[in-house]
């Protein structure tokens, strides 16, 4: 009881020490490469979607130094400035899963803390869990990070999860604040046949939108200079809120506890119901007297605005039976589910609610075969259309000879609410409902693995028909069906304790190239030595990190709308990006220092991440993480 209570008051001295000195995000990592070193205890974890599977722990220095979600596990994005929290868009096409009624504004999407993000942690001894994050650049632009668990009995579990990312920025306007809380509280019966989850989510989002610098190019300028480059705004704010409580739970025809273990549970009855609250807003007090920087919005004197509340009750039915064995252990399991939800949605001004319905199925295998094949479909009826998606994948094990996977994704869904009707000051900018079709798509591809060697070969054919994109001045709908191919070669080389990992991403555009615009060659590559030191009770990593990609028209931002558009009047220049790191790590302690963008006293040049949104000059980040449950 005594250790807990430290735990406890640990926790709450960091988080008010925190909050008073700045405020911050970091997303969790999900990495494959898993290893602990040092650990006295190993701590696994599991998500609310599927509670009976479990994931170890990431204790080692894996993409530790990698505080960039653009190079973080694979996810291909790029931020305005390469601000942390900031609006962000994919550098690579990655397909995602729509159905039903959705608003959009989905510029902060990559920072948000979703139900399905929550872990749920198993501990030796039951032991109170606490992992504690800080990086910074410096007092102004920092991230903190803390993460809480206990599970007080065999009956009684709690969890609180914290992320604050506060970015000042080094131009006008541009500072960023990023607030994620999340509290969970999980319950079973005595007979463990029962599992409730009561989840609270909260998500605050304060952003300075300056619209970008006002020319296409910056060179030569120091430290000193950037505070005092033009921009298109000094007014403009966004303030996005969104905060979900939901109680999922969950019946078991045997015990099951939070180990997995007792008597093995071969079916599952579900149900959740959830309410989330999104609040919108974007506004400009002094509005610049030109329209260029909200197309065609009426600028007046008295400002411009854009306001969207919206309401969602939800609720799922699902059941989940394993045939052959136990949910955790059986060679296919078969899941069907339906769901209800009601949208509530005050889209200034106008008022109105529409439901969605949708029924799925999913049929999956568990991970511990050779054989791994995973099924699903959903059909989702909207108010004017029936959206539905069906994917499967496909692959075997073949241990030292390689993996094998294939996998296949078709979908049909309407584009989002501001896709289609657009108020801005109370006037209506476009009006698509009639005009605009279902967007739909389809995704086939395969990969190969050898596991032993860090080699991984992937391709991937996307066809898209009725694509939606923006230009600058409003959404159009592509006339042509857009066509995109992916090859991506991963590399890990080792010789002694050095390390070569390599990623390369070659993306063509072979249709509809005018209407969707990324660099054709991605580059990255992570060079690095490590080892361990004082008789093994340090493991170090020291490396560098270079990044490159082709030149293209990059995106530009419409803080109005938070919607990327494409743009033909700036092709980016060729910039390569090169960083120093240092890791180290004792037992549960690590740490990392890191270099970022030495190659600006090559260049003197401040590269576009987005058109007119430049990235700072060489700055020096560092990093702490403390987990505490020995």
């Known amino acids: ?365 568990n991970p511990q075969y050779k054989f791994k094949y995973r099924a699903q479909g959903q059909l989702t009826w909207t108010e004017s259309s029936l959206d539905f998606f069906v994917k499967g994948k496909i692959g075997y094990d073949a241990g030292k000879f390689g993996h094998l996977e294939g996998s296949a994704l078709f979908q049909r869904y309407q584009p989002s609410l501001i896709d289609r009707q657009l108020y801005v000051s109370w006037d209506n900018i476009w009006e698509n409902n009639l005009n605009f079709q279902q967007v739909q798509e389809f995704n086939f591809g395969g990969s190969y693995s050898i596991k032993r060697w860090g080699f991984k070969a992937e391709a991937i054919n996307h066809t898209i028909t009725n694509f939606v994109y923006y230009d600058s001045l409003g959404v159009k709908q592509s006339p042509e069906v857009v066509n995109i191919l992916q090859i991506r070669l991963s590399e890990d080389l080792k010789i002694w304790k050095f390390h070569l990992d390599n990623q390369v991403i070659w993306q063509p555009v072979l249709t509809g190239g005018t209407y969707f615009k990324f660099p054709q060659f991605i580059f990255k590559h992570n060079l690095y030595i490590q080892t361990h030191l004082f008789k093994k009770a340090m493991l170090a990593k020291i490396g560098l990190l270079f990044y490159y990609q082709t030149p293209y028209y990059a995106n530009g931002y419409a803080p109005l709308t938070g919607s990327f558009y494409i743009q033909d009047r700036l092709n980016t220049s060729i910039d390569p990006r090169l960083d120093f790191y240092v890791n180290f790590r004792i037992w549960q302690f690590r740490f990392f220092i890191r270099a970022e963008n030495l190659l600006y006293f090559a260049y003197e040049r401040n590269y576009f991440t987005a058109y007119r949104y430049p990235v700072t000059n060489f700055v020096v980040r560092f990093g702490i993480s403390w987990r505490l449950f020995d």
């Open 1 to 365: 009881m005594i250790n807990f209570r430290l735990h406890i008051q640990f926790l709450f001295l960091f988080l008010t020490a925190s909050i008073l000195q700045a405020q911050q995000k970091v997303a969790p990592k999900k990495s494959n490469k898993l290893k602990l070193i040092g650990d006295t205890s190993k701590v696994y974890y599991s998500y609310i979607n599927n509670p009976t599977t479990y994931f170890l722990v990431d204790s080692s220095l894996y993409e530790f130094e990698d505080i960039d979600p653009t190079w973080n596990n694979g996810k291909w994005f790029s931020s305005l400035g390469g601000l942390l929290a900031a609006p962000a868009f994919d550098l690579i096409y990655q397909p995602e899963l729509f159905a039903g009624f959705r608003v959009g504004l989905n510029q902060f999407k990559r920072y948000r803390l979703n139900r399905n993000d929550i872990k749920y942690y198993r501990i030796r001894d039951n032991r109170p869990y606490t992992d504690l994050y800080y990086s910074q650049i410096n007092q102004k632009n920092n991230i903190i990070r803390a993460e809480f668990a206990h599970k007080f009995n065999d009956n009684i579990y709690f969890s609180l999860q914290y992320n604050l990312t506060n970015q000042t920025g080094f131009y006008k306007h541009e500072r960023i604040r990023n607030q994620n809380v999340g509290f969970t509280f999980r319950c079973f019966s005595n007979n463990k046949k029962y599992h409730g989850y009561l989840n609270f989510l909260t998500n605050a989002v304060k952003h300075e939108n300056n619209g970008g610098v006002i020319v296409d190019e910056l060179i030569g300028f120091g430290d000193d200079f950037l505070p005092t480059v033009q921009v298109q705004s000094e007014s403009a704010n966004t303030r996005y809120n969104f905060t979900e409580v939901s109680y999922s739970h969950f019946l078991y025809n045997n015990a099951l506890d939070s180990l997995g273990g007792l008597k093995d549970a071969s079916n599952e009855w579900s149900h959740r119901i959830s309410y989330q609250f999104n609040r919108y807003k974007y506004y400009d007090n002094s509005p610049p007297s030109d329209s260029g920087l909200y197309g065609l919005a009426t600028v007046n004197p008295r400002g411009i605005r854009l306001f969207i509340r919206h309401q969602l009750l939800e609720n799922e039915i699902s059941f989940r039976q394993a045939i052959g064995g136990a949910l955790n252990s059986a060679p296919l399991w078969v899941k069907a589910y339906i769901r209800h939800g009601w949208n509530l949605v005050y889209q200034e001004p106008i008022t109105f609610d529409i439901h969605n319905i949708s029924a799925g199925i999913i049929v999956q295998n």
